[in-house]
């Protein structure tokens, strides 16, 4: 069970649902929340490094009671393991049994693990199956544990040069790499894995169908979920929908929506590229992880902020990562408005003094509310509704009516479809800012709405 604490960024204390009168706005008690279903969760991706000023497993576990405030379910761990020196990448392993010394002991993360149990949140590692660093020791004790060009070289996969393509062919290889996954199931108690590079060539479909069998059998009555780090609805991947995997990325999603941004945009793409989104989505058996950014985004290719990814519809495009579909990531200071590019190689932190309080009031309030309302479990069905401003998109899931204002003006729109009745407005960004809100209104299909130029309002129909 979730247990309550105070915020650092609590508006008061504990914010009280008290009855309103005449539509007069009221507090809206956002902190501490918990979901009403394990597919009303929130995930956040965390970088032991970046995570605080001393980068430890025992300095990130002293931050978890925030988290838990703010109401993270899932924490997905980047990796863990020692790294190979060429580029200090984390995803270049060295030994898949063992912990980045910089970052504690074994024992650390343990009691890491075990703090986030108590909170009742989950943890998942973050798994790198298809290579480990080229300076692993396996080059000199197992060599054939590598796949290996006409000419007997070692491969770097796509081109990295700090990495090694392992050999899934080979039958000690496997036994090393499954023993190493149990092991962190049976001696840290963690709950899960996001997978990297699922989507290799060289990984067979029947190796993922028998590990992760293995798995989720592993110790009766624990859940182990895992996610895969590839888009399943991408034509080349639809092989891995049969792997048994409960999460995938909604990789095509993030990259149309950031194309979209950056060549002009407009909001009836941005309704096409939700449709084709849904409708892909329903063609496959796992859940969709969505997201606007994460490491990849943040660094890679030159790095991106959410600001420079998005500009001013960053705060919208929020508001459709937690109210459309699917489970919604948190990159680790994206709740306070991401405020930099973290270089993951060098483990850069956080800058948690930058607060863009709108987009963190926002988010808190996005949160509770995913976690609250049954109809905004991952995979509930949503639809759009016409409104009179081609700029202005509106969805509804069930009792939740979502609006946003995509245009550069201050707007009023009638919703069409709207259903007649009394509704709570859980999230005004005209007065987000100051804090979580509640107004009690009834609305109708000949309703005006109003917003600001890039505004956003949540409803919940009673």
């Known amino acids: ?13 504990v914010l009280l649902m008290a009855a309103c009168g005449g539509g007069a ?6 902190d501490g929340t918990e979901p009403v279903s394990d597919e009303n969760r929130v995930i956040y991706q965390m970088n032991i490094g970046a995570f605080t000023p001393d980068g430890t497993f025992l300095a990130a576990m002293r931050q978890l009671d925030r988290l838990d405030t703010l ?10 393991y020692p790294r190979g020196v060429t580029m200090n990448s984390p995803y270049a392993v060295m030994d898949y049994k063992a912990v980045n010394p910089k970052y504690g002991t074994l024992e650390d993360l343990k009691t890491f693990v075990a703090r986030a149990h108590e909170l009742g949140m989950k943890v998942w590692l973050d798994w790198v199956p298809n290579h ?9 004790t ?18 990295w040069g700090d990495v090694l393509e392992l050999n899934y062919q080979d039958k000690g290889l496997v036994n090393e790499v499954n023993t190493a996954m149990k092991f962190w199931i049976e001696a840290c108690d963690i709950d899960g894995y996001r997978c990297d590079y699922v989507s290799s060539p060289t990984i067979p479909v029947t190796y993922w169908q028998d590990i992760i069998a ?4 592993l110790k009766p009555g624990k859940k182990i979920e895992m996610m895969s780090e590839t888009d399943i609805t991408d034509r080349a991947n639809l092989r891995i929908d049969s792997c048994g995997f409960d999460y995938d990325y909604a990789w095509s999603l993030q990259g149309s929506i950031a194309r979209l941004c950056r060549r002009g945009f407009d909001a009836d793409s941005l309704k096409q590229i939700w449709l084709r989104f849904l409708e892909k989505s329903s063609k ?16 890679n290719d030159g790095g991106h902020t959410l600001r420079q990814f998005y500009g001013e519809y960053r705060y919208g495009l929020t508001v459709m990562e937690f109210t459309f579909y699917g489970m919604p990531l948190i990159y680790n200071g994206q709740e306070i408005g991401d405020p930099d590019t973290l270089n993951y190689f060098t483990d850069a932190k956080v800058k948690w003094q930058r607060v863009d309080h709108k987009m963190l009031n926002t988010v808190r309030t996005l949160i509770a509310l995913h976690h609250q309302q049954p109809s905004l479990a991952d995979n509930a069905p ?3 509704l016409s409104t009179s401003d081609e700029h202005v998109l509106a969805w509804r899931r069930g009792n939740v009516v979502a609006v946003v204002n995509f245009a550069d003006y201050d707007t009023a729109a009638v919703i069409e479809g709207l259903d007649s009745g009394t509704y709570q407005q859980w999230l005004n960004s005209q007065t987000i800012f100051n804090g979580p809100s509640m107004t009690t209104l009834a609305l109708d299909a000949s309703s005006s709405i109003s917003l600001e130029a890039k505004g956003y309002a949540v409803y919940v129909k009673q």
Do not use: C
């Open 142 to 159: 197992h060599p054939e544990y590598f796949t290996k060009d006409a000419k007997g070289q070692i491969i770097h996969p796509h081109g």
């Open 71 to 80: 109401g993270v379910d899932i924490i997905w761990l980047m990796p863990v």
């Open 25 to 30: 706005p009221r507090s809206l008690e956002v």
């Open 382 to 384: 949503v639809e759009f």
């Open 132 to 140: 480990v660093a080229q300076e692993n020791p396996w080059t000199e």
């Open 1 to 13: 069970m979730r247990k309550r604490h105070l915020s650092v960024w609590a508006l008061a204390a």
């Open 284 to 299: 496959v058996k796992n859940r969709r992880m969505v997201y606007l950014t994460n490491h990849d985004q943040n660094y």
């Open 214 to 217: 293995q798995l989720k059998s």
